[in-house]
């Protein structure tokens, strides 16, 4: 049986760096595919099989080398983000909307990487209070942060405000040593770490020094009222009934809310309703209130997250 040939050429991309190190992409590709058989070799990328596979095969290639000359990258995720998604024309919209976000520290380009990223991005434009809600690594922190200096360097707000709520994830705040700042830093840390990629280090200390950015527990929040602000409570499965609805009467005038969290990883005590699971409830049809999910799609650190985050959820399906 004569077999139908594609012929993929590579212009002005890496042959090394697109097949991956010991050609892992193109292993990957053919997990995919099995019915197609694909050789890399040299500048090129041949296929054979049957003709309408291959003409589906071309245009997922013609995506994936897209994206690898706009970002210089190609992993598991990307991989499988592209050939997973509905249709070329769905991922190719998603695509054009991932302008940057924000020019970090040595030139770093921070973009929204994934579709439900861009849906953060679209929903914060849109709406003054945003939930973001998903697992670990799928970055709704750092998304929410980039957002955050992007409106402080576009004048659209005057400080940045970041709070999380001070439950201890399994360890004893009370027997680290210093006093309380010295304790609450470590605590902080995804935040500052965040900052750090996209305010060079002097001027993230003098925005620190002078107000323009506060990083903060949510205790530290009663009382005020929050304008002119951008403000973000990351960990917000963390919260009670009562933070919660103590948060979200902090907003003033000008304030965009952006609320992360993550249901499966709450450390409150048992039987302790989380701020969060109820929020989601009370306002999903509140006008101007928009809520973003994000999943395992979205998992942008080291590939075994995404594997470790769907064995949890595996056992956790099978336990309810």
């Known amino acids: 049986m004569l077999l139908n040939e594609l012929i993929i050429e590579l212009e002005e991309i890496t042959p090394k760096e697109f097949f991956g190190a010991g050609n892992v992409n193109i292993k990957l590709l053919k997990t995919y595919y099995p019915k197609l058989k694909i050789v890399a070799r040299g500048n090129s990328i041949k296929a054979y099989g049957d003709e309408d596979l291959l003409e589906e095969f071309d245009l997922r290639m013609n995506m994936l080398m897209t994206h690898f000359a706009k970002y210089n990258k190609l992993d598991e995720n990307v991989i499988e983000r592209v050939l997973t998604s509905k249709s070329?024309?769905?991922?190719?919209?998603?695509?054009?909307?991932?302008e940057v976000i924000v020019h970090g520290v040595g030139g770093r380009l921070i973009k929204a990487q994934t579709t439900n990223q861009r849906k953060l991005v679209e929903s914060i434009k849109k709406n003054d209070m945003v939930f973001a809600i998903g697992p670990a690594g799928t970055g709704k922190t750092y998304t929410g942060v980039a957002l955050a200096v992007q409106a402080l360097k576009n004048k659209e707000v005057k400080r940045i405000i970041l709070t999380r709520p001070a439950v201890e994830a399994g360890e004893n705040l009370?027997?680290?040593?210093?006093?309380?700042?010295?304790?609450?830093?470590?605590?902080?840390?995804?935040?500052?770490d965040a900052l750090r990629d996209m305010i060079p280090a002097e001027k993230l200390a003098a925005f620190i020094e002078n107000g323009t950015i506060q990083i903060a527990p949510l205790a530290f929040m009663r009382g005020r009222t929050l304008d002119n602000a951008f403000v973000i409570l990351d960990e917000g499965q963390n919260t009670t009934h009562n933070q919660m609805k103590m948060f979200l009467t902090r907003m003033g005038k000008n304030a965009k809310f952006?609320?992360?969290?993550?249901?499966?990883?709450?450390?409150?005590?048992?039987?302790?309703i989380s701020g969060l699971k109820e929020a989601l409830l009370v306002l999903k049809n509140v006008d101007g209130v928009g809520i973003v999910f994000l999943d395992g799609k979205d998992v942008i650190r080291h590939k075994l997250v995404k594997k470790v985050i769907e064995a949890y959820k595996s056992i956790e399906n099978r336990n309810e």
């Open 88 to 98: 070329s024309e769905d991922y190719a919209t998603s695509e054009k909307s991932g």
């Open 174 to 192: 009370g027997f680290l040593p210093g006093d309380l700042k010295e304790k609450l830093d470590p605590y902080m840390q995804p935040l500052y």
């Open 258 to 272: 952006l609320l992360t969290g993550d249901p499966g990883q709450i450390d409150l005590p048992r039987r302790t």
